[in-house]
């Protein structure tokens, strides 16, 4: 059963409702026929609260069955017209039979008294019908807002996997590149790089796009693939990490920081001949989650940032996500590149 009795609360309230009513009637009738009030409640409770129940379920799968988009109103209208004066019929039947087993304490029904009750039994069906429809309306209006909201997270993980598939080539192409870079200069070198690189990938493949990871593990995930650039860079490649405590715990994408990292290697660090640092930054400010990547550039070079994808992939990814509440902002002062990410400290999912 669905509509009003499809929870508890709800078949609670509709009881609740036509309690009320038949409070109602009795008065009615105690004030009509000067019954006493322990006949006018006998009569009218259980007639009151019988009527409730078989008119709601006649009228709520009436409604099922003549939808208002798919039926037109006239034959809506005459349906339920012909429906509750049946049913109105069949009430005052059994409010004759049942005041007539009370003997003594039975209300004295009126022919005028009777075509009330038949009147008030149409009108009650009709508000039965109206409220069913109104739920009815209702709950479809809350299934379609949850169809559309699942269909907007659907959308928003198809679209994380597909950035999170430009992440690995992108990644594989440039370490790749390393490899081969090693291969003639320092053999050994190469190696060990190659077996960090699958150690790289095999802490990767249980992640999920869809799915956020602490703080702490995207540092130990970056920090793995710092050394792997250590391989190849040697003193050259310094890093400084800096995360506050109250920052551990709190969730971001998996990968998020690892593009950034690498452009810091790929875009500082590899251009400068003495080397430089790289510095992770992470604090917690109230709800908001602050993580910077700075690294020492070359001043000589004309770069322009924010055009390769692992910038604009984790803005996009913000973006999905996060929509307004998070922010990527990059600068560059003097001989340091700067990336700022902002997003919600969140601790659960």
Same mark, same amino acid.
């Given at each position: 059963?669905?509509?009003?009795?499809?929870?508890?609360?709800?078949?609670?309230?509709?009881?609740?409702?036509?309690?009320?009513?038949?409070?109602?009637?009795?008065?009615?009738?105690?004030? $009509?026929?000067?019954?006493?009030?322990?006949?006018?409640?006998? %009569?009218?409770?259980?007639? +009151?609260?019988?009527?409730?129940?078989? $008119?709601?379920?006649?009228?709520?799968?009436?409604?099922?069955?003549?939808?208002?988009?798919?039926?037109?109103?006239?034959?809506?209208?005459?349906?339920?017209? %012909?429906?509750?004066?049946?049913?109105?019929?069949?009430?005052?039947? &059994?409010?004759?039979?049942?005041?007539?087993?009370?003997?003594?304490?039975?209300?004295?029904?009126?022919?005028?008294?009777?075509?009330?009750? &038949?009147?008030?039994?149409?009108?009650?069906?009709?508000?039965?019908?109206?409220? *069913?429809?109104? +739920?009815?309306?209702?709950?479809?209006?809350?299934?379609?807002?949850?169809?559309?909201?699942?269909?907007?997270?659907?959308?928003?993980?198809?679209?994380?996997?597909?950035?999170?598939?430009?992440?690995?080539? *992108?990644?594989? &192409?440039?370490?790749?590149?390393?490899?081969?870079?090693?291969?003639?200069?320092?053999?050994?070198?190469?190696?060990?790089?190659?077996?960090?690189?699958?150690? &790289? %990938?095999? *802490?990767?493949?249980?992640?999920?796009? *869809?799915?956020?990871?602490?703080?702490?593990?995207?540092?130990?995930?970056?920090?793995?693939?710092?050394?792997?650039?250590?391989?190849?860079?040697?003193?050259?490649?310094?890093?400084?990490?800096?995360? $506050?405590?109250?920052?551990?715990?709190?969730?971001?994408?998996?990968?998020?920081?690892?593009?950034?990292?690498?452009?810091?290697?790929?875009?500082?660090?590899?251009?400068?001949?003495?080397?430089? +640092?790289?510095?992770? +930054?992470?604090?917690?400010?109230?709800?908001?989650?602050?993580?910077?990547?700075?690294?020492?550039?070359?001043?000589?070079?004309?770069?322009?940032?924010?055009?390769?994808?692992?910038?604009?992939?984790?803005?996009?990814?913000?973006?999905?996500?996060?929509?307004?509440?998070?922010?990527?902002?990059?600068?560059?002062?003097?001989?340091?590149?700067?990336?700022?990410?902002?997003?919600?400290?969140?601790?659960?999912?």
């Amino acid at each position: 059963m669905q509509g009003l009795f499809s929870s508890r609360r709800g078949a609670a309230l509709y009881l609740m409702v036509w309690l009320l009513l038949g409070l109602v009637f009795a008065g009615s009738l105690i004030s $009509a026929t000067g019954a006493g009030w322990l006949n006018g409640l006998l %009569f009218a409770l259980p007639v +009151t609260l019988v009527y409730g129940c078989a $008119a709601g379920f006649s009228s709520y799968y009436l409604c099922r069955a003549y939808p208002l988009d798919d039926k037109r109103i006239g034959a809506i209208l005459v349906v339920f017209g %012909f429906s509750a004066m049946i049913s109105a019929l069949l009430w005052t039947g &059994f409010c004759i039979l049942w005041n007539s087993l009370w003997l003594e304490l039975g209300v004295p029904l009126s022919a005028a008294l009777k075509a009330t009750v &038949f009147g008030l039994g149409v009108v009650l069906y009709g508000l039965s019908a109206i409220a *069913h429809y109104l +739920t009815i309306e209702f709950q479809r209006a809350r299934n379609a807002e949850r169809r559309e909201l699942e269909s907007k997270l659907m959308a928003q993980e198809a679209e994380l996997r597909m950035l999170r598939t430009q992440i690995d080539p *992108h990644f594989l &192409f440039n370490s790749l590149n390393s490899i081969s870079a090693l291969t003639s200069q320092n053999p050994k070198g190469a190696r060990e790089m190659t077996l960090q690189l699958a150690e &790289f %990938f095999r *802490h990767t493949l249980g992640l999920e796009a *869809h799915r956020k990871v602490p703080l702490e593990a995207e540092i130990r995930l970056v920090t793995h693939f710092l050394a792997i650039e250590t391989v190849r860079f040697g003193a050259r490649l310094q890093v400084q990490q800096m995360v $506050a405590d109250d920052a551990r715990d709190c969730l971001l994408p998996p990968m998020l920081l690892q593009p950034l990292v690498e452009n810091a290697v790929k875009h500082g660090i590899g251009n400068l001949a003495q080397g430089g +640092t790289i510095r992770i +930054t992470a604090q917690r400010a109230g709800s908001i989650l602050h993580v910077v990547v700075e690294n020492d550039v070359d001043t000589d070079l004309d770069q322009r940032p924010g055009r390769g994808i692992g910038l604009a992939n984790v803005r996009q990814r913000l973006a999905t996500l996060y929509g307004h509440q998070a922010s990527v902002n990059w600068t560059r002062e003097q001989h340091t590149f700067r990336v700022a990410v902002a997003l919600p400290a969140e601790t659960t999912e």
